[in-house]
């Protein structure tokens, strides 16, 4: 397991850690501006997005257009726990500390987050995988929208008749008093957890098997690859690690739970494995770099119409980059390839 | 190896495509290392048989025995595992994926998928690659290949699995003459240095009279003769309905047998 580690393709995933480990310890150290960190933290969360995309699209072929609805359950998990379960302690715990949750109380109320928000989103991709995954191709796809709408529902409903929740949409805020550079490290931490999956379950046998089934899946099953047990296992940890996001998502905004069901995710997330280029692991990172500087600029210039740009966008790289950024490099320059995998 | 020194025995093996008889009550068995030519007409059901064999398609009727376990409607990963590995009638490329990547897929999760590493996998694919005369092209991605090498890369993915039986499926179609002798050559090597099995589909006659030990005529899904390549180039019903000519037909054998082909 360790030697997937060692290969020069690593290295960029080495890179991106320490990157943004520096970015957050200058915040620590207040010597980067606060908006290095803000930026910081949301191409973390981009990247993050793209990868955790790219386990089920990119590596294994499997558009998974509702794919928000596992970001949606990562988001549901931190609000119930956060806004609801234990709100009132949490205010307790805050009075008594002046005012400001003290770390270790925090650094707690993560880690539960993410393990209930990993055990909606397995549980969920392992029951709906083992009924959709039989399906190929745009049927997939539909059938993943059609999941994102019925789980959205299924939340509101439990809000609206057991919460009793404003509109059954929002949960009263606790304001945990928590900071930006606190945020950061919570993303920094689903970064790591995010580029290690990822990667590893490229360059493993699974992605082997992943990427066969990719290219060919009948030929794939004839070769050897148990099809449908890589297909689960590649739908669950995509879904898994965006969950891991709804937690980030969630602590840094304003746990509202339903928001995060919003398709215009998946679509972020297909948009960056299209331009980076479909089969890789380097493929999202790169199509983040492109998306994130890109949706930053227009939506401070261009407001409202940075959803038309977007899909302009969309419309370009399908048409004339159907291989990506990673597919023309290797293309171009073969011998790229043992760093772009 | 089976006690009774067969690997493969299909008992009444039966497939329907809707009205369509595709296999009819096909029953035959293959010896421990032999070569089983699979000979017949377009359409008369040989590539059907394969996807029964590997599991693509479950017979409505009959059994498919390897190795004395009843393998009949397992899925093809299982029984590539069990030992049994194929190439396509048409070719099915990982074509993303570099030559070596693919031969290394085979060697994955093929015979010894449970236990071979990473490492292992690689060393094998590239012994195998050289094996076949792809050493050279090991970095490409498949896709660039030209037909040959696309065969030739069928069949290293599948030497690559270290199977016991290896099927054939029309591995000389679409060759130059030139070529169709090289891979007669390298499956002569094969049957001498490695322990397998091997079932091809052939319609080059020449090929398979000379490389089969025994062979199986299929005729609409039916078996209408089976033995050696002599007895089935004289056998009257093959030559109606497949070889056509029986005079070309005992050239055929004639030829081989003095060695020229
Ligand atoms: N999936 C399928 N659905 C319906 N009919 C099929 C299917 N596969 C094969 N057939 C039909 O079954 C018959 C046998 O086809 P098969 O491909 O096994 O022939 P073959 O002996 O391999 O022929 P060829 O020499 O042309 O490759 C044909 O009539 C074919 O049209
Ligand atoms: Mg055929």
């Known amino acids: 397991m360790l030697e997937a580690f060692k290969k020069p393709s690593f290295y960029i995933a080495l890179i991106l850690i320490i990157v943004f480990g520096i970015i957050g310890g200058l915040g620590q150290a207040n010597i980067g501006s606060a908006q290095l960190v803000a930026n910081g933290m949301d191409l973390m969360m981009w990247i993050g997005l793209g990868l955790a995309m790219a386990v089920i699209m990119s590596y294994a072929g499997y558009v998974s257009f509702g794919h928000s609805v596992f970001i949606g359950l990562g988001s549901f998990a931190s609000a119930y726990l956060i806004a609801y379960k234990y709100s009132d302690y949490l205010i307790k715990v805050k009075m008594a500390h002046g005012g400001v949750l003290p770390a270790g109380t925090t650094i707690k109320f993560f880690i539960m987050a993410l393990l209930l928000a990993s055990v909606f989103a397995v549980v969920t991709a392992a029951l709906v995988g083992y009924a959709v995954l039989r399906l190929r191709g745009a049927f997939f796809a539909i059938a993943t929208i059609g999941l994102n709408y019925v789980v959205l529902y299924l939340v509101i409903f439990y809000l609206n008749n057991y919460i009793h929740s404003l509109e059954g949409l929002e949960l009263g805020n606790p304001s945990m008093g928590l900071t930006n550079i606190n945020f950061y490290w919570m993303h920094y931490v689903i970064f790591i957890i995010t580029i290690l999956v990822a990667y590893y379950v490229r360059v493993s046998k699974i992605g082997y098997g992943l990427a066969a089934i990719r290219e060919d899946e009948d030929a794939a099953e004839i070769a050897g690859v148990d099809t449908f047990k890589y297909k689960l296992i590649a739908f669950i940890i995509a879904g898994w690690l965006a969950s891991l996001w709804g937690v980030a998502k969630e602590f840094r905004g304003s746990f509202v739970a339903t928001d995060d069901f919003n398709l215009l995710y998946s679509v972020i997330m297909i948009l960056e494995n299209a331009i980076g280029g479909i089969g890789s692991f380097t493929g999202p990172i790169i199509g983040s770099f492109v998306y994130y500087p890109l949706k930053w600029y227009t939506q401070t210039i261009a407001g409202v119409f940075a959803l038309v740009i977007l899909g302009i966008l969309i419309i370009l790289v399908v048409t004339f980059t159907p291989e990506g950024v990673v597919g023309i490099l290797r293309r171009k320059y073969p011998r790229l390839r043992k760093y772009l995998e | ?259 020229v082909a």
């Open chain 2, 1 to 259: 190896m089976a006690v009774d020194g067969y690997i493969l025995r299909l008992e009444n093996v039966t497939k329907r495509f809707g009205g369509l008889l595709a296999l009819d009550h096909v029953t035959f068995s293959v010896k421990h290392r032999e070569i089983m030519g699979l000979i017949g007409p377009n359409g008369a059901g040989k590539t059907t048989l394969f996807n029964v064999i590997s599991g693509v398609y479950k017979p409505e009727e009959g059994r498919v025995i390897f190795k004395n376990t009843d393998i009949t409607g397992w899925k093809p990963h299982k029984i590539a595992r069990l030992g049994i590995a194929r190439t396509h009638q048409i070719v099915r490329p990982f074509g993303d994926l570099t030559v070596l990547e693919n031969a290394m897929i085979g060697a994955l999760f093929g015979k010894r998928s449970d236990e071979i590493t990473e490492e292992e996998a690689r060393k094998i694919a590239e012994e195998v690659l050289d094996y076949v005369g792809l050493g050279e092209k090991k970095d490409l991605p498949a896709r660039v290949l030209n037909v040959q090498e696309k065969k030739r890369l069928e069949l290293a993915r599948a030497l690559s699995a270290e199977p016991e039986l290896l099927l054939l499926d029309e591995v000389l179609a679409g060759l130059t003459p030139t070529e169709v002798e090289n891979m007669i050559t390298l499956l002569r090597r094969i049957r001498a240095e490695k322990n397998i099995t091997i079932i091809m589909i052939e319609h080059v006659m020449h090929a398979v009279m000379n490389l089969a030990d025994r062979i199986v005529v299929l005729h609409f899904g039916r078996k209408i003769a089976e033995g050696t390549p002599e007895e089935v180039a004289n056998n009257p019903e093959v030559i109606t309905a497949y070889l056509g000519d029986p005079a070309l037909a005992l050239r055929f054998v004639k030829k081989f047998r003095s060695g």
